[in-house]
């Protein structure tokens, strides 16, 4: 049911990297962001994946991960990704960025549901090294501009979702689960 993969789909930072990620399985979590809705058609959104330690090990440092106090990925490497999908957007298609957001953040969620309903999990990261990340993945060719960062892997943390008035500041509990302040469906619905 959607209502599950849609619960379970947090934003992990701790991943058990002994997991690996297939390219063919970051394949079809690009073709099922491929099938979603794009403005006017246009198709801007261009893709470079990562399921080598290798490559992963170039784009990590670039990633600068929104993390509470205490986070597992400070310390740990075997906490990190199994895999990355960069993502870009092709400017020759799209002149102004801006206008590829709403395809943006429909792709990445159908790629993080795909991922959930596969056992795995994600984050999406748009605070990252741009020109760095271009230099590493050697995308000289073309006019691509990355606009974000969806590393994937097996979760390894537990998150708790709370029912919250208006705090949203995630957090570590003294056991290690991370608890994810939501709002009440009461405090976001503006009109009847």
């Excluded at 990704?81 to 002149?95: G, K, Q, R, S, W």
């Amino acid at each position: 049911m959607l209502k599950d993969l849609v619960l379970h789909n947090r934003s992990y930072r701790c991943y058990d990297s002994s997991v690996k990620i297939s390219n063919e399985l970051l394949f079809e979590l690009i073709s099922l962001a491929r099938l979603t809705a794009s403005t006017g058609n246009v198709q801007p959104l261009k893709y470079f994946i990562s399921a080598s330690e290798e490559t992963n090990s170039l784009i990590f440092p670039l990633l600068r991960w929104a993390k509470p106090a205490a986070s597992p990925l400070d310390t740990d490497e075997n906490a990190r990704p199994a895999a990355y999908i960069c993502m870009f957007v092709d400017t020759n298609l799209v002149p102004a960025l801006h206008s590829s957001y709403i395809d943006a953040g429909l792709a990445a969620q159908t790629i993080l549901l795909g991922a959930s309903e596969q056992g795995l999990g994600g984050c999406i990261i748009t605070n990252f090294d741009k020109v760095r990340l271009k230099r590493e993945l050697m995308v000289t060719i073309g006019a691509y501009e990355p606009l974000m960062v969806i590393a994937l892997g097996s979760p390894n943390e537990d998150i708790v979702l709370e029912e919250t008035g208006y705090e949203t500041k995630c957090y570590y509990d003294g056991d290690g689960v991370r608890h994810v302040p939501k709002r009440q469906l009461m405090d976001i619905i503006i009109g009847m």
